[in-house]
Nanobody, 123 residues
Framework: VQLQASGGGLVQAGGSLRLSCAAS????????MAWFRQAPGKEREFVAL????????YYADFVKGRFTMSRDNSKNTVALQMNSLKPEDTAVYYC?????????????????WGQGTLVTVSS
């Protein structure tokens, strides 16, 4: 499956952004989806994931209550609504897909990755 992330940009602290990830190729609803991020000089970290149907989500503690992940299997897309952004949220955000079990926060287990979209939050 091919993934294309979009929606990044520059926003002031406290603002919002909505990231999107469009998938093409194989049956999208068979894949668990997740967002990861990598800040400059730091390792990639897990942000959020969603089940095949979209009924279940899970978030890293540092985004709980601020970010919401969703998916639309009819459009082969996932989204990450990011509110109350902080400067420490600045990073390149990647969407990723995996077959099999969907509750996986280890990026090494994801089979497919988008190209990343840069989010910059100014103070």
């Amino acid at each position: 499956v091919q993934l294309q992330a979009s929606g990044g940009g520059l926003v002031q602290a406290g603002g919002s952004l909505r990231l999107s990830c469009a998938a093409s190729g194989r049956t999208f609803s068979n894949y668990g989806m997740a967002w990861f991020r990598q800040a400059p000089g730091k390792e990639r970290e897990f942000v959020a994931l969603i089940s095949w149907s979209g009924d279940n989500t899970y978030y890293a503690d540092f985004v709980k209550g601020r970010f919401t992940m969703s998916r639309d299997n009819s459009k082969n897309t996932v989204a990450l609504q990011m509110n109350s952004l902080k400067p420490e949220d600045t990073a390149v955000y990647y969407c990723a897909a995996k077959g099999g079990s969907w509750f996986v926060t280890d990026g090494a287990q994801y089979h497919y990755w988008g190209q990343g979209t840069l989010v910059t939050v100014s103070s």
